[in-house]
């Protein structure tokens, strides 16, 4: 990118032309963009896949701060925001320059502010001063000519300027970034297409959509449990699509994402000058979703003290935002996720009981991938198919040997795992027929997934629970995936179809059954 819109220099104007500078070694590591697009094939949401190239971004340039901007027919909003640590902002509305970010907007050309203190449009700039900024970085996110967003970051006082090498490179990132602002700005899908959305033909999941269909119209709250991978998260979308509340977006917060400081602020809101940074009242999602339903994922890991407040919000309807004392009324209905055993959360005093029976009305159970039978190979030609339109690729077929080896596969990814392996696939397949060397799976013998070692049940050993089975067996077979990469954990994980994060979770079940020494080291 040659020309970076209007650029700003330090001392305020525009960027003078450059004599032709004598060739230099460049010593710079290049950006890996190669590897967060691999990351991003795994993604599985929209919302996950910003935050994934936010936290690539801020890293990349070392910001202090940064966000994804989605731009609506008024203003705009925040779709993901991080600080250099890594945490949620407090107030993500509050963090930015919203004059840079409208002069994106409007403009669709990037903008650098190199020194803020010496600029001649931005130095007196009171949304700039405030906040003390030392440097700013915003790049419009475009199709079509039209700006759907902007990638905003910024330094403080004590940082250096971006350098103009900042905004060439991240016009590649920008452009990984749109197909996901265009998913986030879709209305949501009808009840139809909702439905549609939970594939399968075997039992298990012709009872899951007859359930949902039931207590979709309703405002029960629902547990949604299953495994990672399982469509949790999908089937909440399918319930919200489904009831009277449908006209309002589904608000998610994904409790695990959040940090135990701030998940207070994100749920229940804050008044302005609550704590340092809290520079305006903000709304809380719980707030967010007054009219709609509010879907918390990963509940089995929200603290004991914010079960209690989100108990007392069920019980009386109304929230207090932090710092304030007026309670305001909030109509939503709860949809909860996890894939941990919340009775055994409970017993061990990690989660509140009373809570357990307010949120466990209706418990919908999601199957793993591995009993839902020929599911599999339904899935995988309709991801594979979605994949082809999307990326606008060749069609494929799947060879008898690979349908073998999907069906015999044991999935400890679950839909996730197939889904990214089949979009992997349709970009990587050489042949217009997807033979077995194709799905990449691990230590593979004749056409089938490799048996980890003692897999089977022990009929002479007595019954446990069937939790701690299903844990040690995908324990056994993740790690038998490391061993097979030689202790390379991305290797392993690409080879499996998770994430790093995924891999060294499933590693942790391990800690159960066997002593640290037996455990195979990894290398990233």
């Not at 449990?225 to 589904?250: D, Q």
């Not at 207090?320 to 996720?337: K, N, S």
């Not at 995908?474 to 179809?497: I, M």
Request: charged letters at 25%; one cysteine or more.
């Amino acid at each position: 990118m040659t020309d970076i819109g209007h650029t700003e220099t330090a001392a305020g104007g525009l960027d003078p032309p450059r004599e032709p500078a004598a060739p230099r070694r460049r010593t710079r590591t290049p950006l890996p963009v190669g590897r967060l697009a691999d990351a991003l094939a795994a993604v599985e949401s929209p919302d996950e896949a910003l935050r994934l190239l936010l936290d690539f971004v801020v890293e990349a340039t070392g910001a202090d701060r940064g966000a994804v901007i989605l731009a609506q027919e008024e203003g705009f909003r925040v779709a993901a925001a991080r600080d250099a640590n890594g945490e949620l902002p407090s107030d993500a509305g509050g963090l930015l320059s919203h004059t840079v970010v409208n002069e994106v907007l409007r403009s669709g050309r990037p903008l650098r502010i190199g020194e803020v203190g010496r600029s001649r449009d931005y130095a007196r700039e009171p949304s700039i001063v405030g906040m003390r900024l030392r440097s700013v970085l915003c790049l419009p996110l475009t199709l079509g000519g039209r700006v759907l967003g902007t990638f905003y970051l910024d330094r403080r006082e004590t940082g250096s300027p971006f350098p103009e090498r900042h905004a060439q490179e991240l016009t590649v990132i920008a452009a990984l970034a749109v197909p996901f602002l265009v998913q986030m700005a879709r209305p949501a899908p009808s009840a139809e297409e909702a439905t549609d959305a939970l594939v399968g033909d075997s039992d298990v999941m012709c009872a899951v959509r007859r359930l949902v269909e039931r207590i979709a119209p309703t405002d029960l709250c629902v547990l949604l449990v299953g495994e990672t991978g399982t469509g949790k998260e999908v089937t909440a979308k399918a319930i919200h699509a489904m009831s009277p509340r449908a006209p309002r977006p589904l608000v998610a917060v994904n409790c695990s994402a959040v940090p135990e400081s701030l998940l207070e602020a994100e749920l229940f809101g804050a008044k302005k000058g609550a704590f340092t940074g809290s520079v305006q009242d903000r709304k809380g999602r719980i707030e967010a979703a007054d009219g709609s339903t509010l879907l918390l994922d990963e509940v089995g890991d929200m603290p004991l003290s914010m079960q209690a407040a989100l108990l007392r919000a069920l019980e009386e309807r109304e929230i207090v935002r932090v710092g304030d004392t007026e309670p305001r009324r909030v109509d939503f209905r709860l949809v909860v996720a996890t894939n941990k055993d919340l009775d055994a959360e409970v017993a061990a005093g990690r989660f509140r009981e009373d809570l357990l029976f307010r949120i466990r009305e209706v418990t919908v159970e999601l199957p793993p991938l591995r009993v839902r039978g020929d599911d599999v190979l339904l899935l995988a030609r309709l991801f594979l198919r979605q994949a082809e339109r999307q990326l606008s690729l060749r069609v494929h077929g799947i060879g008898p040997d690979a349908e073998r080896a999907l069906a015999e596969y044991a999935w400890p990814g679950n839909v996730r795992e197939l889904r990214s392996m089949m979009r992997r696939i349709a970009v990587l397949a050489d042949g217009v027929q997807i033979d077995v060397g194709a799905l990449g799976l691990p230590a593979r013998t004749n056409g089938a997934a490799p048996t980890p070692p003692a897999a089977g049940p022990d009929e002479t050993a007595p019954a446990r629970p069937l939790r701690d089975a299903r844990d040690e067996f995908v324990w056994r077979y993740v790690d038998a995936a490391v061993r097979h990469a030689g202790g390379d954990a991305l290797e392993a994980a690409r080879a499996l179809g998770i994430s790093v994060r995924s891999l060294y979770r499933y590693r942790r079940l391990g800690r159960r059954f066997v002593a640290p020494a037996a455990v195979t080291p990894v290398s990233e």
